[in-house]
């Protein structure tokens, strides 16, 4: 067997930053990640908040232009509600180069990445993963589940799994930067999204077409859904589309985070643990929070034992996204376009406007059951 002191599995945001961590406190810490390059088949849109921009050291130079606007459509895209803000709210990391920054960061702490490397189970005391040179066997202490919205290393741990998840699907192309400031389109339209949203994001860099909602309720299909939006999606005037884009699409679970997520051997985070905003589907400010919280748990356990890993509780941090999940659960039931445009009209009252502007531009962040990382609840 080869031994390591933590196993991550997934290089995704959450698994380098859990990783890096660790290693920057001296453990040993071994990350397998079944993509052979970091810069294929990202599946996030890629948005950081502002909280996540003050709190992070992220590369300034994989980051868009800043975004301080958001235009909010009823179906047919009559009357939108703007929102502007006094602050610079969003940035669009640009992934690709962001994922190389956060791996070389990785490896310069002493962490091992291994890709081309899937994750195939455990067994008797060790996980097995198979890399280019076959199968073998990794003994570790713990094992951290950074796998996605339907994780494997959740099922072989026996710990809570996604039992809520949209799909969605965008296409991201770069733009020249237009009259418009940079601009978050969002668009409520049960035809083009069930259950969601569709969106343009538009920061005069490159531009992302995307669609999400529940897979069995598309009319035609997300893939239809996503075309057809494509061909009237605002915020682009005079955009020049180009025949070959990149394309993105994944699960999103939805139904907030998950009660069990960690146990002696182990414990999952990001998309595994169901840290992603009920409401808004926005996920990169709970991984990168939930991660440092693993860390600061894992750390514990190697150094004093597994009592540490009692620490993470899921379920204590759930209580903080009541409103947000009943709020999911009223999006959901809005299944037509008349039902949207009825909804809709709340949005055009002050008190509306006032609580979109919490969610939109609130303060808060995601919590920690210490009160350490904060709350902001509106992504």
Not at 169 to 180: H, I, N, Q, T
Not at 258 to 284: F, H, K, M, N, Y
């Amino acid at each position: 067997m080869n031994p390591t002191e933590v196993l991550v599995v997934g290089a995704g945001l959450a698994g380098l930053h859990t990783a890096t961590l660790l290693a920057e406190r001296g453990h040993d810490v071994l990350l397998v990640e079944r993509r052979t390059r970091l810069t294929t088949a990202i599946r996030t849109t890629g948005i950081f908040v502002r909280k996540t921009l003050d709190d992070f050291p992220l590369p300034a130079e994989c980051l868009g232009p800043p975004i301080r606007r958001v235009v909010l459509y009823p179906p047919g895209l009559c009357r939108p509600v703007t929102l502007v803000s006094g602050r610079d709210e969003y940035r669009v990391g640009d992934m690709a180069p962001l994922y190389v920054a956060a791996a070389d960061r990785a490896r310069a702490a002493g962490v091992r990445i291994s890709l081309g490397t899937r994750y195939a189970g455990r067994c008797g005391a060790g996980f097995v993963v198979v890399g280019p040179h076959g199968p073998r066997t990794v003994r570790a202490r713990y094992v951290v589940g950074a796998d996605g919205a339907r994780s494997r290393v959740a099922r072989d741990l026996a710990l809570d799994r996604n039992r809520h998840l949209l799909i969605g699907a965008e296409e991201v192309f770069s733009v020249s930067p237009g009259a418009d400031p940079p601009t978050f389109h969002c668009v409520l339209d049960p035809s083009l999204a069930p259950g969601y949203l569709a969106w343009v994001v538009n920061d005069g860099r490159h531009a992302h077409i995307g669609v999400a909602g529940h897979a069995d309720r598309f009319p035609d299909g997300m893939r239809k859904a996503l075309e057809r939006f494509a061909k009237e999606a605002p915020g682009l005037p005079g955009a020049d589309r180009p025949i070959e884009v990149e394309r993105r699409g994944g699960p999103i679970p939805v139904g907030g985070l998950l009660r069990r997520i960690g146990c002696a051997d182990g414990l999952l985070v990001g998309d595994a643990a169901g840290a992603v905003s009920p409401l808004t589907a926005g996920g990169l400010d709970p991984c990168l929070r939930l991660s440092s919280l693993a860390a600061d748990v894992l750390d514990e356990a190697l150094r004093a034992g597994p009592t540490a890993l009692t620490q993470y509780d899921g379920a204590a941090l759930r209580a903080h996204f009541r409103g947000r999940l009943l709020l999911r659960r009223g999006l959901a039931q809005v299944r037509t376009p008349a039902a949207a445009a009825l909804a809709f009209g709340l949005l055009r009252t002050p008190p509306g406007q006032a609580a979109a502007r919490r969610i939109l531009f609130g303060d808060r962040s995601f919590p920690t059951s210490d009160g350490r990382l904060g709350w902001r609840g509106g992504h």
